[in-house]
Antibody, heavy 120, light 107 residues
Framework: EVQLVESGGGSVQPGGSLRLSCAAS????????MDWVRQAPGKGLEWVGR??????????QYAASVKGRFTISRDDSKNSLYLQINSLQTEDTAVYYC???????????WGQGTLVTVSS | DIQMTQSPSTLSASVGDRVTITCRASQSISSRLAWYQQKPGKAPKPLIY???SLESGVPSRFSGSESGTEFTLTISSLQPEDFATYYCQQYTDYPLSFGGGTKVGIK
């Protein structure tokens, strides 16, 4: 059974940093692209970014709203995906989901999400 | 950037009703369109991919269609468990983008 479990969320002051993790199991993690998607309270879904697999050089793509502040990485030996968030702003308050994807593929599995709250 | 315009933003329907939700892309997305269902406090659940393909385990009352840059999600006979918010998403070009969502409520 495919499982994605996020962790690392919490309350942070503006300007702070946080590292989110997503633990994967039930599939060959190293084969897949992985993404982060967020959802602000009461709002819609916003794609954050993607990291491709080793065959595609672990290259990354980011939404313009987070580029330069967010960094996506992965450790295939630990079946884990990460999101480093720096210079947090109040508008970064959201539930952050990790999702499994592929080249020209939708998100076929999602984690349960982890809440990040940015407030002074 | 590709904009995904979803309509309506809310709709009220009764059990047994036929429900249609529309998503329009600002440019061609080559059928790379997915539909997701989300219930409060839960992660989105994929329903449809490649515009018309049903995800494994999804009831056949859900279907997708496309006409150019206009995509439709249809629920043929609304069930109590279908009251939720639905999102479309294009995955042909970066940044990947979602529609604004359609909340299906009880009439």
């Amino acid at each position: 059974e495919v499982q994605l479990v996020e962790s690392g969320g919490g309350s942070v002051q503006p300007g702070g940093s946080l590292r989110l993790s997503c633990a994967a199991s039930g599939f060959t993690f190293s084969d897949h692209y992985m993404d982060w998607v967020r959802q602000a309270p009461g709002k819609g879904l916003e794609w954050v970014g993607r990291i491709r697999n080793k065959a595609n050089s672990y290259s990354t793509q980011y939404a313009a709203s987070v580029k330069g502040r967010f960094t996506i990485s992965r450790d295939d030996s630990k079946n884990s995906l990460y999101l480093q968030i720096n210079s947090l702003q109040t508008e970064d308050t959201a539930v952050y989901y990790c999702g499994r994807s592929g080249s020209y593929s939708h998100f076929d599995y999602w984690g349960q999400g982890t809440l990040v709250t940015v407030s002074s | 950037d590709i904009q995904m315009t979803q309509s309506p933003s809310t709709l009220s329907a009764s059990v047994g009703d036929r429900v249609t939700i529309t998503c329009r892309a600002s440019q061609s997305i080559s059928s790379r369109l997915a539909w997701y269902q989300q219930k409060p406090g839960k992660a989105p659940k994929p329903l449809i991919y490649k515009a018309t393909s049903l995800e494994s385990g999804v009831p056949s009352r859900f279907s997708g269609s496309e006409s150019g840059t206009e995509f439709t999600l249809t629920i043929s006979s609304l069930q109590p468990e279908d009251f939720a918010t639905y999102y479309c998403q294009q995955y042909t070009d970066y940044p990947l983008s979602f529609g604004g969502g359609t909340k299906v409520g009880i009439k």
